[in-house]
C-alpha cells in the first residue's frame, strides 16, 4: 500500500508545479499593474502638486495678419509650462511696453507674441520700403532686357542706352565735358553709353524681394513669373540721367553679380568700336589658329588629314613619299612645313622643279627654311620652307581652297575705307538708316 501511495504522490507533482506556476504569473500580472498604476498616479499627482512650473504669457486671441497693430482686443494671456516658453516670448508684465507696435509676422490664434514678431513701424506702401534718398523708377523692359524673365528683385543690373546718330550733337544738350569723352566719329553713328551702375531692381512686374523670397522659400525653387516692368532704386539725379536715356534712345540693361564692385571702365562703344573689336576677335583667332598649325598635321582613322585639334584639312591627301599635298597643289610636311617650289607630276611624285624626287623622311629643314638632303648634307636647289603658322593671312588667302579656310579670312576690313550700317528698324522710331561708317585701321 505504501509502495503504491508513491506511486500516486510522483504522478500528481506534474499538476502540482503548473498550478504553482500559473499562481506566481498571476502574481506577477498583479503586481506589474499594481506598479504602473502607482507611478501613473504619481505622475498625475507631480502635475497636480505644481511640481511642473507654468508661466503666464501673451499669446494672439485669434489669428492675425501681419500690419496688425499690438492691442488688448487682440491678444490675452495663457498659462504654459515653462519648458516649452520661448525666450522671446512676451510677459503680461511687458505687453504695456509693445502695445501700439506692428506684427511683421502673421500669427495663428493661441500661438505666443514673440518680441522678432514685432516693429515700430510697418511698410504701409512700398514707398516705404525705400531708403532716405532714394527714388523708385519704373521702367518697361522685353525679353532682352529682363535676362530672359530670369531678372529678380533683389537682383543688381547695369543700364546702358543705344543713341541713335545725331543725338550727341553739341545742340542736343551735350556738353563740352561730356563730348571731351566721346569718340567724335561716333556722333555720325549709333553709339552706346553708360548710364548707371550697380542698380537694384526692386521690383519685377508687381512682385517686390519680399514676395519673391516668400514664394522661394515655400516652394524651394525660383518661381517663374512674367512681367513687362521693373522697378529700380535711384537718386534723384541717377532718375534724371534715366529719364534722359529713355527719351533719347533704346535702354540695354545687363545683369551682374551682387558682389561686383567693378564698373564699365569705357565712356561710349560706337561703331568703329564695333568693328575694332571684331577685327581684335579676328586677330585672337588666328593667333590660336597659328598656334594650332605649328603643332603640325596626322592622319586620323578615315584616312584624313586634320590639324593637333581634330579640324579636318579638306580635300587633303597623303603620298606614298610621306607628303600632304591640298586640293590646290600646295605641298606640306607633316610637321606643317610648306615647301615652295615643290609640286606633284603624273606620277604622283613630290618633285622639284628640275625633277628631283622628295621623299619626307629623307629630309630636314634648317633655321633658313632651306631643305637639306640628309645623305648629303646640301641644300635641295629650287625649293624652300616656311612653317604654315608664320604665313600672313593674307598669303593663306590668297592659295586659295583648304589653306585660305585656314586663314580665318578677315573680311576685308584692312582693306575697305567704309562699311554701309544699317541702323534703327528695332529702335524706338522703328526708322532704318544706312550710314556709311569709315574703318579706321
Same mark, same amino acid.
Given at each position: ?24 504569473? /498571476? ?25 511642473? @512650473? ?47 507696435? +506692428? ?73 563740352? @565735358? ?72 533704346? /535702354?540695354?540693361?545687363? /545683369? ?31 593667333? @590660336? ?16 588629314? +586634320? ?16 607628303? =600632304? ?37 629623307? =629630309? ?54 567704309? +562699311? ?22
Amino acid at each position: 500500500m505504501a509502495e503504491n501511495n508513491d506511486v500516486g504522490g510522483i504522478k500528481n507533482r506534474p499538476m502540482i508545479m503548473i498550478g504553482a506556476a500559473v499562481g506566481f504569473g /498571476l502574481l506577477a500580472a498583479v503586481l506589474a499593474s499594481l506598479y504602473i498604476q502607482a507611478r501613473g498616479d504619481a505622475y498625475l499627482r507631480s502635475l497636480a502638486g505644481g511640481e511642473v @512650473q507654468e508661466i503666464a504669457v501673451v499669446v494672439a486671441s485669434g489669428n492675425l495678419g501681419k500690419g496688425t497693430v499690438v492691442d488688448d482686443r487682440y491678444f490675452s494671456v495663457r498659462r504654459m509650462p515653462e519648458g516649452l516658453v520661448h525666450a522671446d516670448a512676451v510677459r503680461p508684465g511687458d505687453f504695456d511696453r509693445v502695445k501700439g507696435r +506692428v506684427l511683421v509676422e502673421d500669427m495663428r490664434g493661441g500661438t505666443p507674441l514673440l518680441g522678432a514678431f514685432l516693429e515700430e513701424t510697418f511698410p504701409r506702401s512700398f514707398s516705404d520700403t525705400l531708403d532716405a534718398g532714394r527714388r523708385a523708377v519704373t521702367i518697361q523692359v522685353d525679353e532682352l532686357n529682363s535676362i530672359g524673365g530670369l531678372l529678380r528683385s533683389g537682383d543688381t543690373i547695369d543700364l546702358f542706352v543705344l543713341i541713335a546718330p545725331g543725338i550727341g550733337a553739341v545742340n542736343e544738350g551735350v556738353s563740352p @565735358q561730356g563730348l571731351a569723352n566721346l569718340n567724335l566719329a561716333d556722333l555720325a553713328s549709333n553709339v552706346v553709353l553708360p548710364v548707371l551702375q550697380s542698380v537694384s531692381v526692386l521690383a519685377t512686374g508687381e512682385e517686390a524681394l519680399e514676395d519673391y523670397q516668400e514664394k522661394l522659400a515655400f516652394r524651394r525653387e525660383a518661381p517663374k513669373s512674367r512681367y513687362s516692368t521693373i522697378t529700380v532704386s535711384v537718386t534723384p539725379r541717377e532718375g534724371a540721367l534715366l529719364a534722359q536715356a529713355l527719351d533719347k534712345g533704346d /535702354l540695354v540693361s545687363m /545683369l551682374r553679380n551682387r558682389e561686383d564692385g567693378i564698373d564699365a571702365d569705357f565712356a561710349s562703344v560706337g561703331v568703329t568700336d564695333l568693328f575694332g573689336n571684331a577685327r581684335l576677335i579676328a586677330q585672337r583667332a588666328q593667333a @590660336q589658329r597659328r598656334d594650332v598649325l605649328a603643332q603640325g598635321f596626322s592622319v586620323n582613322e578615315e584616312g584624313q588629314v +586634320v590639324m593637333a585639334d581634330g579640324t579636318v584639312l579638306e580635300g587633303a591627301t597623303v603620298t606614298e613619299s610621306g607628303f =600632304i599635298v591640298t586640293e590646290d597643289g600646295t605641298v606640306l610636311t607633316m610637321d606643317g612645313q610648306v615647301i615652295a617650289g615643290a609640286s606633284v607630276d603624273e606620277n604622283g611624285n613630290v618633285v622639284t622643279g628640275t625633277g628631283e624626287v622628295l621623299i619626307a623622311s629623307e =629630309i630636314a629643314i634648317d633655321e633658313n627654311g632651306n631643305v637639306i638632303d640628309k645623305a648629303t648634307g646640301q641644300a635641295i636647289a629650287g625649293v624652300s620652307a616656311t612653317s604654315i603658322a608664320d604665313l600672313p593671312p593674307e598669303a593663306l588667302a590668297s592659295a586659295g581652297g583648304a589653306l585660305a579656310r585656314l586663314a580665318g579670312n578677315v573680311a576685308d576690313l584692312t582693306e575697305t575705307s567704309g +562699311v554701309e550700317f544699317l541702323a534703327g528698324g528695332n529702335s524706338k522710331d522703328g526708322v532704318a538708316e544706312v550710314s556709311e561708317i569709315p574703318v579706321l585701321d
